[in-house]
């Protein structure tokens, strides 16, 4: 996907040339991110911009509050711009540890958020696209920006340092200042995705709905209560979010794209349905407690009744639609076993991983499986 169709330029504009000074030959590396203590909470952004092992720049800014992804644009444009003030016609890397921006940023994901829109765009228009790449790098790559955010988020203030290279002493992560890495999207490399269910049964029957069941993330090692997704768990969620995205369209184009929400009240699950919304545009998820995992102590006929209930209001609220349901493991098995009308004994069969994504179809008292437990990274 060209940048272009990823931002609806309007007609001709992309095609306008565009005087630009000839290049320096620089090349500038800009580190940023974002968070917010609550998603949405107080929030605030950190941006480093590096040339070699030299800092030439930090910004940071308390934001008040807002989401995660808004801070997370903000520290990008507030790098770019930096960078843009040392050098307008350098080359730039960004280098992030937000999948999401990274890849709407590079083109590979839609942006359909108004907020993310509004910002993608803000941040299009510091340089010519053909000047910057985009790297995601894990987060804990990504520290001297991660400090700044943290740092304006406890004080509540702002950090506009400039460097020359003799006052600057910071040391550069593993990689930075490299040449930005030569990006061949493979486009015309990847054979497509065949369709194999085209002649599914269930595809006779309009009023058929589509599950499409998406495992969350991992959790800490350190189990116990209601953890959040590691570093890792967010990489898999984002993935998740890409192949949802691409139901109905470039994955299972049979299918009715998705138009429902649904997760788990744990919070893995509803981070997970979060960045989902994000991606695939669905809105804000909505919290079905009968998909919630089983309790200690529950019994499976119990977990059964409550998965049978949820799936007996799809069947007359969701006719015809695809929903997804962002749900941990055992409750994605007992989805499974119950439109296939395997006995509660025999769920252990259903093996489900983190971040992986399951589509089903049930109709008429009658159920298929389309896909169990695919690895969200297939789709990317």
Not at 72 to 97: K, N
Not at 132 to 148: C, I, K, M, S
Not at 318 to 346: M, Y
Request: net charge negative.
């Amino acid at each position: 996907m060209s940048q272009a169709s990823l931002f609806d330029i309007e007609p001709g504009e992309a095609e306008r040339p565009q005087e630009r000074a000839r290049p320096s030959g620089r090349v500038l590396v800009v580190e940023a991110d974002g968070g917010s203590r609550g998603n949405p909470g107080p929030a605030g952004y950190g941006a480093v911009v590096r040339e070699g092992d030299t800092v030439l720049a930090e910004r940071a800014e308390f934001l008040g509050v807002c989401s995660n992804n808004v801070a997370e644009y903000s520290g990008l444009i507030a790098g770019l711009r930096a960078a843009a003030e040392i050098d307008p016609t350098a080359q730039v890397e960004v280098r992030m540890d937000s999948r999401l921006v990274v890849e709407q940023m590079s083109g590979n994901w839609k942006i359909k958020h108004a907020d993310m829109r509004r910002l993608a765009l803000e941040a299009r228009e510091v340089f010519p696209p053909g000047q910057v790449r985009y790297t995601w790098v894990p987060r804990a790559e990504n520290g001297a920006a991660d400090a700044l955010a943290n740092d304006v988020m406890d004080s509540g203030g702002r950090i506009e340092r400039d460097y020359t290279a003799a006052e600057s002493a910071s040391p550069a992560p593993s990689g930075a200042g490299d040449e930005p890495a030569v990006d061949d999207d493979g486009e015309d490399d990847v054979p497509p995705i065949p369709d194999v269910d085209t002649n599914a049964p269930s595809l006779s029957d309009p009023d058929a709905v589509t599950l499409v069941l998406v495992s969350p993330g991992v959790a800490p090692r350190e189990r116990g209560g209601d953890p959040e997704l590691t570093a890792q768990g967010m990489e898999l969620a984002g993935a998740a979010a890409a192949v949802v995205d691409q139901i109905g369209d470039g994955l299972w184009p049979h299918l009715a794209p998705p138009s429902l929400l649904l997760a788990s009240p744990l919070v893995r699950a509803q981070q997970t349905a979060e960045l989902i919304s994000e991606v695939a545009g669905l809105g804000v998820p909505t919290v079905d407690d009968d998909f919630a995992p089983a309790q200690p102590g529950e019994e499976r006929t119990h977990l059964a009744a409550r998965v049978e209930r949820a799936l007996s209001r799809l069947d007359e609220s969701c006719r015809g639609c695809t929903v997804v349901v962002a749900a941990h493991a055992d409750v994605i098995a007992a989805i499974i076993g119950t439109v296939v009308e395997a006995p509660t004994e025999a769920w252990d069969v259903f093996r489900i991983a983190p971040g992986t994504v399951s589509v089903v179809r049930r109709w008429r008292g009658r159920g298929e499986v389309h896909a169990m437990g695919c690895p969200a990274q297939l789709g990317s």
